[in-house]
Each structure stands twice: as C-alpha cells, then as structure tokens.
Nanobody, 115 residues
C-alpha cells in the first residue's frame, strides 16, 4: 500500500509564490514517475508537471517558465515550486505516483490565487 501526503497549499496574491510538497510512503518500485495535477471547479483534472525517477521533466504549456518540479528519490518526495502565480492557477492540486502496474493519488491541496 502506498500513501501520498501533500502539503503547502494556501492563499496567495497574484504574482506570489507557493511551494507544494508530496511525500510518498509504502512499497514504491523503481522506474516510477511523480507528478502534479490540478482541477479547478467545473473543469477536468489536468497535468501540471511530472518528473520521472531518472529526472526527465514534463510541463504543461501554461506553467512553463513559472513552475519547477523536483524530486528526492531517497526521500520519495516531489515538490512543485510555483512562481508568478495567476488567478487562473486556482485549483485543487493533486500529487500522483505512477508505477509500472499501479498509480496512486494524494488527497489534494487547495491553491487559491487572488487578483
């Protein structure tokens, strides 16, 4: 069983920064990917950024140049540094761990950006 625990959401003014963190615990196999997704009210969940265990990163176009994803394989954590936040970044942000046969999701953390 794998658990993902997210932290770091909150309320910030437009132009501000937040850092999200996600810690995974349990039986985690190698060759996995960790990522952040978000879901705004009335919208589908969408990829924000993902990073493979080897370090390859993938970003959604709408966050390129503003957000940075990183991970610590030894600690099984993934972080998302979010800079230059916009009101349209307001959403619940979810951590996801993908392994060859399973995927796991965190409970989500609210990010609210005020204009």
């Amino acid at each position: 069983q794998v658990q993902l625990v997210e932290s770091g959401g909150g309320l910030v003014q437009a132009g501000g920064s937040l850092r999200l963190s996600c810690a995974a615990s349990g039986s985690i196999s190698s060759g996995n990917a960790m990522g952040w997704y978000r879901q705004a009210p009335g919208k589908q969940r969408e990829l924000v950024a993902a990073i493979a265990s080897g370090g390859y990163r993938n970003y959604a176009d709408f966050v390129k140049g503003r957000f940075t994803i990183s991970r610590d394989n030894a600690k099984a954590t993934v972080s998302l540094q979010m800079n230059s936040l916009k009101p349209e970044d307001t959403a619940v942000y979810y951590c996801r761990l993908t392994m060859p046969r399973y995927e796991y999701w965190g409970q989500g953390t609210q990010v609210t950006v005020s204009s």
